[in-house]
């Protein structure tokens, strides 16, 4: 048995429909969706853009090797100073994908 029995009818005009169309295509929500967030009061906020996908992956492979570099850096009791530069950089290169994607 379905949890909500209650069919709501709304009647819009060109604008009204727009916006909701509007509102939907940037949230990535249904439209009953949408209109029950609403009504629940709470914020709707745009879905995140595809290509934060891509900076997500990204950022693991990074964050992969930051922890490949700390594991070795503790089994040896002590960071060289290659591995260091290599961490200086990733964690520029971090900064440098999140700024792009800002």
């Not at 069919?7 to 939907?24: D, P, Q, Y």
């Not at 009061?41 to 490949?68: C, F, H, M, W």
């Amino acid at each position: 048995m379905r949890s909500r029995n209650h069919i709501v009818v709304v009647h819009l005009n060109e604008s009204e429909l727009a916006h909701l169309n509007h509102l939907v295509q940037t949230t990535g929500l249904k439209r009953e969706s949408l209109l029950r967030t609403l009504i629940s009061e709470t914020s709707v906020k745009p879905k995140p853009p595809d290509s934060y996908k891509d900076l997500v992956r990204e950022l693991s492979a990074i964050g992969n090797n930051i922890n490949q570099i700390t594991r070795l850096a503790n089994s040896a009791g002590s960071v060289s100073t290659a591995h260091a530069e290599q961490l200086s950089r990733l964690m520029r290169e971090v900064w440098t994908k999140i700024q792009e994607y800002a």
